[in-house]
């Protein structure tokens, strides 16, 4: 499986962004696909999972109510939506795939994209 994350850029402040994570070389609709993100000088942490499906999310405490994630297994794509950005917020985001069931434990997952950064501005 071949994961390609896009969408990242420099944005303000309490403006929003979309991620993409498009996939290829696998039933898409098998995989939950999760977007960790990392930011300078600190581990990498999760912050939201899909289902194969779409039918179950879940989300990191820091952006509960800010993000939210969907899916297109027609497009093989994961998009998550990110509102209200903080500075906070600026890492590298990095989108990650595993058959089957979602977790939170990065070192779960078997396919990762490459990473986009998001800066945010205050």
């Known amino acids: 499986v071949q994961l390609q994350a896009s969408g990242g850029g420099l944005v303000q402040a309490g403006n929003s962004l979309r991620l993409s994570c498009s996939a290829s070389?696998?039933?898409?609709?098998?995989?939950?696909v999760s977007w960790f993100r990392q930011a300078p000088g600190k581990e990498r942490d999760f912050v939201a999972t899909?289902?194969?499906?779409?039918?179950?999310?879940s989300y990191a405490d820091s952006v509960k109510g800010r993000f939210t994630i969907s899916r297109d297994n027609a497009k093989n794509t994961v998009y998550p939506q990110m509102n209200s950005l903080k500075p906070e917020d600026t890492a590298v985001y990095y989108c990650?795939?595993?058959?089957?069931?979602?977790?939170?434990?990065?070192?779960?997952?078997?396919?990762w994209g490459q990473g986009t950064l998001v800066t945010v501005s205050s």
């Open positions: 899909i289902s194969g499906s779409g039918g179950s999310t």
């Open positions: 990650a795939a595993r058959p089957l069931a979602q977790t939170a434990w990065a070192d779960r997952y078997n396919y």
């Open positions: 070389g696998r039933t898409f609709s098998s995989l939950a």
